[in-house]
């Protein structure tokens, strides 16, 4: 079993930044992939930024350039830089690990954790 535990949503301003920083509960060197899923009001929850254990990252096309999704393994977390935040990113977001055991992959998510852009 793993759990996570969010924090650093808010309040910012548009064109603002956020750091969300994600904890696990176990280790996360082996852990296939950690990443970043956002809902917004009356939306589906959509992936905004993965990271694998091999340390290759992935963004959903409207996060490029401006999003960045690390991972520490020394402390067990995985952490979303968002800067340059527009209104329409308000959301929760939700950190998710996926651990790969030898009958199959599950997913893990955090409780979520409230962004607002707005002025």
């Known amino acids: 079993q793993v759990q996570l535990v969010e924090s650093g949503g808010g309040l910012v301003q548009p064109g603002g930044s956020l750091r969300l920083s994600c904890a696990s509960s176990?280790?996360?060197?082996?852990?296939?992939?950690l990443g970043w899923y956002r809902q917004g009001p009356g939306n589906v929850r959509r992936p905004v930024a993965t990271?694998?254990?091999?340390?290759?990252?992935d963004y959903a096309k409207s996060a490029e350039g401006r999003f960045t999704i690390t991972r520490d393994n020394a402390k067990n977390t995985v952490n979303l830089q968002m800067n340059s935040l527009k209104p329409e990113e308000t959301a929760v977001y939700f950190c998710?690990?996926?651990?790969?055991?030898?009958?199959?992959?599950?997913?893990?998510w955090g409780q979520g954790n409230q962004v607002t852009v707005s002025s």
């Open positions: 176990v280790d996360i060197k082996s852990i296939y992939q």
């Open positions: 998710i690990t996926k651990v790969n055991y030898t009958s199959g992959i599950k997913n893990y």
């Open positions: 990271i694998r254990n091999t340390g290759g990252t």
